[in-house]
C-alpha cells in the first residue's frame, strides 16, 4: 500500500516561495511507470493540477504555472517536492501530493492534502 504525506509551512508570506515536500511509503520513486504529481484546491475551486515528476526524472509542469514552478526530488529520501515561486494570495490552496500510474491521468494514490494560505 502506497502512502503519501505532505509537509511544509502552512502559511506564506506574498513574494516568497512555496516549497511543500512529499514523503512516499510502500512504494519507491523511481518504480517504472509512476509520475509523482502535485495538486491543489482553491477555495470554491475546482481541481487544478500543477505537474509532476516522473520515475525518470523528468518533470513536467501545467502552462498556467510552469514559469513559477519546480518539482524535484531526494531519492534517497524517497521524496518530491514542489517550489513555486513570488507566491500570491491566488496560491492559496489545500496542496496535495499523488501518485499516477501507467499514465499521467491515472491516479491512484493521493496524501490527505496540506492547507497553505499566503498572506502578509
Known amino acids: 500500500q502506497v502512502q503519501l504525506q505532505e509537509s511544509g509551512p502552512g502559511l506564506v508570506k506574498p513574494s516568497q516561495t512555496l516549497s511543500l515536500t512529499c514523503t512516499v511509503s510502500g512504494g519507491s520513486i523511481t518504480t517504472n511507470s509512476c509520475y509523482w504529481t502535485w495538486i491543489r484546491q482553491s477555495p470554491g475551486k475546482g481541481l487544478e493540477w500543477i505537474g509532476y515528476i516522473a520515475y525518470s526524472g523528468s518533470t513536467y509542469y501545467s502552462p498556467s504555472l510552469k514559469s513559477r514552478t519546480s518539482i524535484s526530488r531526494d531519492t534517497s529520501k524517497n521524496q518530491f517536492t514542489l517550489q513555486l515561486t513570488s507566491a500570491t494570495p491566488e496560491d492559496t490552496a489545500r496542496y496535495y501530493c499523488?501518485?499516477?500510474?501507467?499514465?499521467?491521468?491515472?491516479?491512484?494514490?493521493w496524501g490527505q492534502g496540506t492547507q497553505v494560505t499566503v498572506s502578509s
Open positions: 499523488a501518485r499516477a500510474f501507467l499514465g499521467v491521468d491515472f491516479i491512484d494514490y
